[in-house]
């Protein structure tokens, strides 16, 4: 038994010291961690101290509860991404299967490990609460930290469950894609739902906040509450809740893992493919070449999805308050950040680029196609919101949104794609420096103004709006004629 448990221990903290060492890797060191993270922590620590001391009683049960549950989706999170780095991506399971100790100790660690990080990650927030908390109103509250530990391994073990369901439907690269998808949708469900009600009508806000105290009072949502505060039942459920996740989870992590399965993928039926034609067009293989690399890059649903949640729903509510002549600086807004992310990851994961360089098209043309399909993929979902503005209408102000945007968007794209140099990294975002910052910046700036120029419009400020984006068409046409891709220059 004993032995069993040092081998877990040992598991936990060689994966613990070696995520220390990938967010420590550069020329400053830990530096570049131990001091952004200390000050947010203080920051964070100095308003939960003045809010708690502003409280004559403990928070309610149901408000606690609440807590734990957006902390729980955000270990949930963070779990599901850190099983597929640890089960798939870089696994080595296979060595410690080898080892002379039980399987089921090994994959007991590995999910620790997995509970271990989530529950350190998640701290940077829940610390200061909980440290306002036990000052405030004394050492009764210390379970709660008990609950955090009980919530990061069912949020290890819900995550795990969910990448190897994920994996044996769709693979490992799939897997991912959809697992990032729906971890990041859960991570802002909190947030829509907070922001839900100002969209509703004033009457239908009234009756949700008349609803709310009921919700927040019932004894099942109070259940986590008072267990944080000490309940001896609910703090018992909740254990045992999760020994029968982290049981369940175990053994199908060991059915997968022992059994061979993990190497299992569901594949659909007899597909009738039309035959390939190895002699095609090369604008057309050009096109699809890029749309291939832009929709199979991994870090591309990371750097996209969590912006545009956040723009959906402050954009949502922004519409909901003013009308819907709102959804036009919104998208262009939206389109401006999308553009320049996915130009940027468009030259960035170029493969095999001397070979595209060696090739009969020439160099130039590969630059202006990466620029052309990056601002199609970025403005076709934005037609369903133009096509809304104009059946709400306002199809002047949707066909002046549309132009502007693909105006700027080019623009941005053709600055995105000039200052990024290939790389043949995957796993990480593009660094932009120097000379190249600044002009992504004032790509960025140039969506931003376009932006404000249609709010302008939008507000019946037409002639200061016109003007607006007649200085941004000047703009856009300096970015295309004074800046080039550094690959073309002539060397020296």
Known sequence: MNSGIRVAWQIVRHDQRLLWREMNQGT??????????????????APALML????????LPGIMSVFWVIVGLGMLFGATNRSLILLYEKSDLDLLFSAPQPSY??????????????????????????????LRFGPRFLPGFLVWALLALMAAAIGTTLILGLVRLFGVRRGRFVG???????????????????????????????????????????????????????????????????????????????????????????????????????????????VRLLTRHQMVLNALLPTSLLVAVVGGVIVGKTGVRALAPVTLYWSGLVTMQLAI????????????RQS???????????????????????????????????????????????VCGSATAWLGVCTTQPSPRQDVFPQAKGKSLVLQMAGMMLSMAAAAAVALVGADLVGLGLASLGGLLLGALACFTLVEPDLLKPSA
């Open 52 to 59: 708690f001391w502003q409280l004559k009683n403990p928070p």
């Open 180 to 290: 990032q998808l729906l971890a990041i949708s859960l991570l802002f469900a909190p947030l829509s739902v907070m922001l839900l009600p100002t969209l509703l009508s004033p009457a239908r806000q009234k009756a949700g906040w008349s609803l709310l105290p009921q919700i927040v009072h019932h004894p099942f949502v109070e259940s986590l509450g008072r267990a944080a505060q000490g309940g001896l039942p609910e703090l018992a459920g909740l254990m045992a809740l999760a020994a029968v996740v982290v049981g369940l989870t175990a053994r199908l992590m060991a059915r997968t893992f022992l059994a061979g399965a993990q190497e299992i993928t569901v594949t659909s039926g007899a597909r009738h493919l039309r035959p390939h034609h190895w002699v095609d067009g090369l604008l057309r293989a050009l096109i699809w070449k890029e």
């Open 360 to 406: 009969v098209v020439p160099e130039l043309r590969v630059y202006v196609l990466k620029t052309v399909v990056t601002v199609i993929l970025a403005l076709t979902p934005l037609l369903i919101p133009w096509i809304w503005l104009a059946v709400a209408g306002h199809p002047g102000l949707a066909l002046l949104s549309g132009s502007t945007a693909l």
């Open 105 to 134: 100790v090994i994959l007991l660690g590995r999910l620790c490990s997995i509970a271990a990080i989530v529950f350190v990650v998640l701290g940077l927030f829940v610390l200061p609460v909980m440290n306002a908390e036990l």
């Open 28 to 45: 400053m060191g830990m530096w570049r961690t131990v001091v952004p993270l200390g000050v947010l922590l203080l920051l964070i620590q």
């Open 345 to 356: 990851f468009a030259a960035a994961g170029e493969v095999g680029w001397d070979l595209v």
